[in-house]
């Protein structure tokens, strides 16, 4: 099955706890609102981190997500691992294993985000088995 929509998301700075002696690393909080087939709201945790030259980067993130998936409600949680080397980008995001709950039990899939003029959509291939 698929899900498409929209989302708006907000970063919020958040103190490490401790000082890196090498790459940028940075931490953030993670608020987003789903619209479309997903109608839902989640939050969750960022850490980054950039390299020694512009345009390379790399993050991870967990969030937990609670709404309505196509009709069915409950919570998941998604993992993010993203890099940028030279502008290219790798994204992969996929719901963690068994986080499903309530009609969301046994959700399994993989999210891609698209970014087109700073509005951000979503296509979210999934099964509930």
Request: net charge negative.
């Amino acid at each position: 099955m698929q899900a498409n929509g929209t989302f708006e998301v907000k970063l919020s700075p958040l103190v490490l706890d401790y000082k890196p002696d090498t790459a940028k690393v940075g931490r953030m909080s993670i608020y987003k609102q789903f619209h479309g087939d997903l109608e839902a709201m989640s939050n969750g945790e960022m850490l980054t981190a950039t390299g020694g030259i512009d345009g390379s980067a790399g993050y991870v993130a967990i969030e937990r997500v609670k709404g309505k998936l196509q009709g069915r409600s409950g919570t998941f949680v998604l993992q993010h691992n993203g890099t940028m080397k030279g502008g290219e980008q790798q994204l992969s995001i996929s719901v963690v294993p068994d986080s499903g709950t309530e009609e969301l039990k046994g959700l399994s899939g993989t999210m891609e985000i698209n970014i087109v003029d700073e509005k951000h959509s979503y296509v979210f291939d999934y099964t509930i088995v």
